[in-house]
Nanobody, 130 residues
Framework: QVTLVESGGGLVQAGGSLRLSCAAS????????MGWFRQAPGKEREFVAA????????YYADSVKGRFTISRDNAKNTVYLQMNSLKPEDTAVYYC???????????????????????WGQGTQVTVSS
Protein backbone atom coordinates (compact mmCIF):
# COMPACT_ATOMS: atom_id res chain seq x y z
CA GLN A 1 0.00 0.00 0.00
CA VAL A 2 1.42 3.34 -1.05
CA THR A 3 1.65 6.31 1.33
CA LEU A 4 1.12 9.83 -0.02
CA VAL A 5 2.44 13.15 1.30
CA GLU A 6 1.43 16.46 -0.28
CA SER A 7 3.42 19.68 -0.12
CA GLY A 8 3.59 23.06 -1.79
CA GLY A 9 0.42 24.68 -0.55
CA GLY A 10 0.32 28.21 0.80
CA LEU A 11 -1.11 31.70 0.49
CA VAL A 12 -1.01 33.41 -2.90
CA GLN A 13 -2.66 36.41 -4.47
CA ALA A 14 -5.22 36.03 -7.22
CA GLY A 15 -3.49 35.57 -10.56
CA GLY A 16 -0.50 33.90 -8.95
CA SER A 17 0.82 30.37 -9.22
CA LEU A 18 1.60 27.44 -6.97
CA ARG A 19 3.02 24.00 -7.62
CA LEU A 20 1.79 21.14 -5.46
CA SER A 21 3.76 17.95 -5.09
CA CYS A 22 2.66 14.55 -3.87
CA ALA A 23 5.40 12.11 -2.93
CA ALA A 24 4.57 8.42 -2.81
CA SER A 25 6.37 5.76 -0.84
CA UNK A 26 5.90 2.13 0.07
CA UNK A 27 4.61 0.87 -3.25
CA UNK A 28 5.31 0.65 -6.97
CA UNK A 29 4.32 4.13 -8.05
CA UNK A 30 3.89 3.24 -11.71
CA UNK A 31 1.11 0.82 -10.73
CA UNK A 32 -1.07 3.75 -9.78
CA UNK A 33 -3.19 6.27 -11.57
CA MET A 34 -3.07 9.50 -9.59
CA GLY A 35 -5.64 12.16 -8.91
CA TRP A 36 -5.93 15.56 -7.27
CA PHE A 37 -9.09 16.55 -5.44
CA ARG A 38 -9.96 19.57 -3.34
CA GLN A 39 -12.38 20.44 -0.60
CA ALA A 40 -13.43 23.94 0.38
CA PRO A 41 -15.07 24.70 3.75
CA GLY A 42 -18.67 23.61 3.78
CA LYS A 43 -18.40 21.93 0.39
CA GLU A 44 -17.99 18.38 -0.81
CA ARG A 45 -14.67 17.07 -2.10
CA GLU A 46 -14.40 17.68 -5.83
CA PHE A 47 -12.27 16.36 -8.63
CA VAL A 48 -9.49 18.56 -9.96
CA ALA A 49 -7.24 16.46 -12.21
CA ALA A 50 -6.02 12.92 -12.85
CA UNK A 51 -3.25 11.18 -14.74
CA UNK A 52 -2.76 7.59 -15.86
CA UNK A 53 0.16 5.47 -14.70
CA UNK A 54 2.45 6.47 -17.56
CA UNK A 55 1.27 10.05 -17.98
CA UNK A 56 -0.14 9.46 -21.47
CA UNK A 57 -3.62 10.68 -20.56
CA UNK A 58 -4.77 13.45 -18.26
CA TYR A 59 -8.19 14.62 -17.17
CA TYR A 60 -9.30 17.95 -15.73
CA ALA A 61 -12.32 19.51 -14.13
CA ASP A 62 -13.83 22.18 -16.35
CA SER A 63 -13.19 24.78 -13.65
CA VAL A 64 -9.41 24.33 -13.86
CA LYS A 65 -8.88 23.37 -17.49
CA GLY A 66 -6.33 25.63 -19.14
CA ARG A 67 -5.02 26.88 -15.77
CA PHE A 68 -3.85 23.72 -14.00
CA THR A 69 -1.51 21.01 -15.27
CA ILE A 70 -1.04 17.58 -13.74
CA SER A 71 2.17 15.68 -14.38
CA ARG A 72 4.17 12.86 -12.85
CA ASP A 73 7.73 11.66 -12.58
CA ASN A 74 7.73 7.91 -11.99
CA ALA A 75 11.48 7.92 -11.35
CA LYS A 76 10.87 10.28 -8.40
CA ASN A 77 7.59 8.67 -7.28
CA THR A 78 5.95 12.08 -7.42
CA VAL A 79 2.91 13.65 -9.01
CA TYR A 80 2.60 17.41 -9.46
CA LEU A 81 -0.16 19.95 -9.89
CA GLN A 82 0.96 23.21 -11.45
CA MET A 83 -1.67 25.85 -10.72
CA ASN A 84 -1.59 29.11 -12.66
CA SER A 85 -3.95 32.08 -12.81
CA LEU A 86 -5.29 31.18 -9.40
CA LYS A 87 -8.65 32.52 -8.31
CA PRO A 88 -10.14 32.99 -4.82
CA GLU A 89 -12.57 30.16 -5.61
CA ASP A 90 -9.58 27.79 -5.88
CA THR A 91 -9.11 28.13 -2.12
CA ALA A 92 -9.38 24.67 -0.59
CA VAL A 93 -7.50 21.80 0.94
CA TYR A 94 -5.94 19.85 -1.92
CA TYR A 95 -5.56 16.09 -1.68
CA CYS A 96 -3.70 13.67 -3.87
CA UNK A 97 -5.01 10.14 -4.27
CA UNK A 98 -3.80 6.87 -5.74
CA UNK A 99 -5.75 4.26 -7.68
CA UNK A 100 -4.13 0.89 -8.23
CA UNK A 101 -5.52 0.37 -11.71
CA UNK A 102 -2.12 -0.37 -13.24
CA UNK A 103 -2.11 -0.27 -17.04
CA UNK A 104 -5.88 -0.53 -17.30
CA UNK A 105 -7.50 2.27 -19.25
CA UNK A 106 -10.76 3.77 -18.08
CA UNK A 107 -12.72 6.84 -19.00
CA UNK A 108 -12.87 10.27 -17.42
CA UNK A 109 -15.84 9.33 -15.24
CA UNK A 110 -13.74 6.63 -13.56
CA UNK A 111 -10.75 8.86 -12.76
CA UNK A 112 -12.89 11.81 -11.66
CA UNK A 113 -14.73 9.84 -8.98
CA UNK A 114 -13.31 9.97 -5.47
CA UNK A 115 -14.56 6.47 -4.74
CA UNK A 116 -12.15 5.11 -7.38
CA UNK A 117 -9.10 5.91 -5.27
CA UNK A 118 -7.67 3.57 -2.65
CA UNK A 119 -5.23 5.82 -0.85
CA TRP A 120 -5.29 9.49 0.10
CA GLY A 121 -2.78 11.99 1.37
CA GLN A 122 -3.36 14.26 4.36
CA GLY A 123 -3.97 17.35 2.25
CA THR A 124 -2.31 20.72 1.79
CA GLN A 125 -4.02 24.08 2.18
CA VAL A 126 -4.17 26.49 -0.74
CA THR A 127 -5.49 29.97 -0.03
CA VAL A 128 -5.95 32.52 -2.80
CA SER A 129 -6.54 36.10 -1.70
CA SER A 130 -8.43 38.61 -3.82
Amino acid sequence: QVTLVESGGGLVQAGGSLRLSCAASGGTFSNYAMGWFRQAPGKEREFVAAIRWNGDTTYYADSVKGRFTISRDNAKNTVYLQMNSLKPEDTAVYYCAADRSGMARFGRSYYSTAFTYDTWGQGTQVTVSS
